[in-house]
């Protein structure tokens, strides 16, 4: 059992509230997709959780054991983030090794054929690799680092298209064959949104949603058309927000559709996870 439970989690930087009365459950054997726009709180609360921060009140634990300062509860997580926490001067190769110090389960023989299928030089420095090879070590370190809990905060910055599908693709195999809580911090909400099977939502530090992604998508469908014809079929409902081009209008509507209502001048569709994200996170 892998299972992480934030309660009342609060952290503060001075006068400035990051997370604020944060309580969530990560469970075991799923993949996540945490979401909120710049500033939401998304790596604070991924940093808190594997104690590279403290929080300022409330608890944090990995199956019970509270995480901080406690070897045993972290061992169990594993953090890729947009940093680089390897000396430049190490060799790719030895960032897999010294990873293996800490996590025993690190699967050299899969790490050295991702190695080869992103063809990255594992006897090249960090130093002299682009961005992109940079975050491709980083994610081949953390598929392979065999830690039940692994953290994706940006995990495909400065990646082409393909080699972003590749991970994508990679991560659902790994996944597939050895399933582990994988959580993902991304803004590529519309690239990840076919992998990630709960959602956990923040919006200024505070949590907003904490769904499966096909419950939270159902609870809401888009109504497009002409303005008029749009804000005729609109009236009473609850509306999460609208965009307007020319006379054209689409509505966000939360709730459940009935198509009964629809005329021919208007489209009904469902919502997808970064319209219906960027809707939730309106100000």
Same mark, same amino acid.
Not at 108 to 130: D, T
């Given at each position: 059992?892998?299972? &992480? /439970?934030?309660?009342?989690?609060?952290?503060?930087?001075?006068?400035?509230?990051?997370?604020?009365?944060?309580?969530?459950?990560?469970?075991?054997?799923?993949?996540? =997709?945490?979401?909120?726009?710049?500033?939401?709180?998304?790596?604070?609360?991924?940093?808190?959780?594997?104690?590279?921060?403290?929080?300022?009140?409330?608890?944090?634990?990995?199956?019970?054991?509270?995480?901080?300062?406690?070897?045993?509860?972290?061992?169990? &997580?594993? #953090?890729?983030?947009?940093?680089?926490?390897? !000396?430049?001067?190490?060799?790719?190769?030895?960032?897999?090794?010294? #990873?293996?110090?800490?996590? !025993?389960?690190?699967?050299?023989?899969?790490?050295?054929?991702?190695?080869?299928?992103?063809?990255?030089?594992?006897?090249?420095? *960090?130093?002299?690799?682009?961005?992109?090879?940079?975050?491709?070590?980083?994610?081949?370190?953390?598929?392979?680092?065999?830690?039940?809990?692994?953290?994706?905060?940006?995990?495909?910055?400065?990646?082409?298209?393909?080699?972003?599908?590749?991970?994508?693709? /990679?991560?659902?195999?790994?996944?597939?064959?050895?399933?582990?809580?994988?959580? *993902?911090?991304?803004?590529?909400?519309? /690239?990840?949104?076919?992998?990630? $099977?709960?959602?956990?939502?923040?919006?200024?530090?505070?949590? *907003?949603?904490?769904?499966?992604? $096909?419950?939270?998508?159902?609870?809401?469908?888009?109504?497009?058309?002409?303005?008029?014809?749009?804000? $005729?079929? #609109?009236? +009473?409902?609850?509306?999460?927000? $609208?965009?307007?081009? +020319?006379?054209?209008?689409?509505?966000?509507?939360? +709730?459940?559709?009935?198509?009964?209502?629809?005329? =021919?001048?208007?489209?009904?569709?469902?919502?997808?996870?970064?319209?219906?994200?960027?809707?939730?996170?309106?100000?």
């Amino acid at each position: 059992m892998s299972k &992480i /439970e934030l309660k009342n989690v609060t952290k503060q930087f001075g006068t400035l509230t990051a997370l604020d009365n944060v309580s969530v459950t990560f469970e075991e054997n799923k993949i996540y =997709g945490l979401l909120g726009r710049n500033g939401a709180g998304k790596s604070t609360l991924l940093n808190l959780i594997s104690n590279r921060l403290f929080a300022t009140s409330g608890e944090i634990t990995v199956d019970g054991e509270p995480t901080v300062e406690n070897d045993i509860a972290l061992s169990k &997580i594993y #953090c890729m983030s947009d940093r680089d926490l390897y !000396p430049d001067q190490m060799k790719v190769k030895d960032v897999y090794k010294s #990873c293996s110090y800490y996590y !025993p389960g690190f699967d050299f023989e899969y790490a050295n054929k991702l190695s080869e299928a992103y063809k990255l030089n594992i006897n090249k420095k *960090i130093k002299s690799l682009s961005t992109g090879y940079r975050s491709i070590y980083k994610l081949i370190t953390a598929l392979a680092c065999g830690a039940p809990i692994v953290f994706f905060d940006e995990p495909v910055l400065g990646l082409d298209a393909h080699h972003r599908d590749l991970f994508y693709r /990679e991560l659902i195999n790994r996944y597939s064959e050895k399933p582990t809580t994988y959580i *993902i911090s991304t803004h590529l909400i519309e /690239e990840a949104a076919d992998i990630i $099977e709960k959602v956990v939502i923040l919006k200024e530090g505070k949590l *907003i949603a904490d769904e499966d992604t $096909e419950t939270l998508l159902s609870q809401g469908y888009s109504v497009s058309g002409s303005a008029s014809a749009v804000d $005729e079929f #609109c009236k +009473g409902k609850k509306l999460l927000g $609208e965009d307007t081009l +020319g006379g054209l209008k689409t509505a966000y509507v939360l +709730g459940k559709c009935n198509k009964d209502e629809a005329t =021919g001048y208007i489209e009904i569709s469902k919502l997808d996870l970064q319209k219906l994200f960027i809707q939730m996170t309106n100000a």
